[in-house]
């Protein structure tokens, strides 16, 4: 017989801003990066929109970075100006926040991360 999860159960889920991990930048030292929810990642795609209602992808990094960083907190001014900055350091940035959020670095969800949503689950 298969059991699902009650509400209680799924509602018990983590918060994603409580999913964190401490990256280190090579010469430039540690932050503090925070996982993306469903909520978020819809308000960046709202704000990463163009008069066409295309999603620019330069917006959408800065946003990424502003909602991402955790230590320190970035204005979207500063996310903007980060990607400004020598490349490695910030692309190793980009790359850990939406992996850490189970995304690729077009902000889609990869296979991995429905995986392991998929086993995260209990089975009946």
């Known amino acids: 017989m298969t059991k699902f999860l009650t509400a209680e159960e799924l509602l018990a889920a983590p918060r994603a801003d409580a999913v964190t991990e401490i990256v280190d930048l090579p010469g430039l030292g540690l932050v ?6 469903k909520a978020d990642h819809t308000k960046m795609l709202r704000e990463a929109q ?10 959408m990094e800065a ?16 996310a903007q100006e980060l990607r400004e900055k020598v490349w490695g350091p910030v692309q190793q940035l980009l790359n850990r926040v939406w992996a850490l959020s189970g995304m690729n670095t077009y902000g889609q ?7 392991e949503a998929e086993q995260s689950f209990r089975e009946g």
């Open 32 to 37: 503090k990066i925070r996982a993306f929810s």
């Open 50 to 59: 163009d008069e066409s209602g295309e999603i620019n992808p330069e917006r």
């Open 109 to 115: 969800v990869t296979v991995e991360a429905v995986k």
């Open 63 to 78: 946003l990424a970075l502003k909602y991402g960083l955790a230590e320190p907190e970035l204005t979207l001014e500063q």
